[in-house]
């Protein structure tokens, strides 16, 4: 079984992203330590890059943050790879195509399955795109994990749903990462449904807006897991030091793990 898929086995998954290279790339590896032994199933780690589109502000600055530092894609594949044997989730990198082109796709591919990685959310390369990302990963075992959303046709979620594996990601409303204020779309239980019945058994991850232990309990029932990232970078940031950045993080994830 897939690697990732194997993670939504018999319980509800708890998907957490950070900025890669936030505040630096000893914190994000002292992060995917913590994250892990609080129970997280999955950890999506961000590509740093300048104009993150489909992420809200928190996921901006953190950007902005870890760019200041140093951060490159080269480095942060370099620092999973010198830590993978002591990482036992899944690893996901989530990033723009921009950043992976400039990098080289059958480059990326292969160095990130050297790292260790098993799975990339690359947000603005659409389905119909005849990128050869999408050949490489395959070719070196990467899960290639897509998007949908409330508005996504049906036509077009039998592409997206063909060409995804680990699991789906299903956008919880219209608009960027981090938006609470928004509110989870309030037909949710007919868009999964309806996800459900063209992806068959691959698992949906629901992901955008969940800001907290109350608003995963109420939405647990109709995915497989969630996935929660501006909301876990915020607690992070309200402490004054490293110590105080890892037990907020420890505390957090706790909370939410309590509600799964």
Do not use: W
Not at 190 to 204: D, F, M
């Amino acid at each position: 079984m897939n690697k990732i898929t194997a993670q939504f086995q018999n319980k509800n998954a708890l998907i957490t992203y950070i900025s890669g290279g936030d505040p630096s790339l000893e914190m994000t590896e002292k992060l995917i330590y913590k994250l892990q032994n609080e129970g997280v199933d999955l950890i999506e780690i961000g590509i740093p890059f300048s104009d993150p589109l489909a992420d809200g502000p928190v996921i901006q600055e953190a950007s902005q943050r870890a760019l200041k530092a140093g951060t490159t894609l080269k480095k942060l594949i370099a620092k999973l790879d010198k830590i993978q044997n002591r990482v036992e989730v899944p690893l996901i990198l989530m990033g723009y195509y921009n950043s992976i082109l400039n990098y080289g796709e059958k480059e990326f591919a292969r160095d990130i399955s050297k790292a260790g990685i098993s799975g990339v959310i690359v947000p603005d390369l659409p389905v119909d795109e005849r990128a050869d990302l999408f050949k490489y990963l395959a070719e070196f075992d990467i899960s290639q994990i897509m998007l949908v959303t409330p508005n996504t046709s049906e036509q077009r979620l039998k592409k997206i749903s063909a060409k995804s594996s680990g699991f789906l990601y299903c956008v919880a409303h219209l608009g960027t990462t981090g938006d609470d204020q928004q509110g989870i779309y309030p037909e949710l239980e007919t868009y999964l449904n309806r996800v459900r019945k063209t992806a068959g058994e691959l698992p949906l991850g629901l992901g955008f807006g969940i800001d907290g232990p109350e608003k995963a309990k109420k939405i647990i029932d109709y995915s497989d897991g969630i996935i929660i990232g501006s909301a876990l970078i915020k607690v992070i940031q309200a402490g004054n030091n490293e110590d105080e950045m890892l037990n907020n993080a420890g505390q957090f994830v706790k909370s939410i793990k309590s509600k799964l």
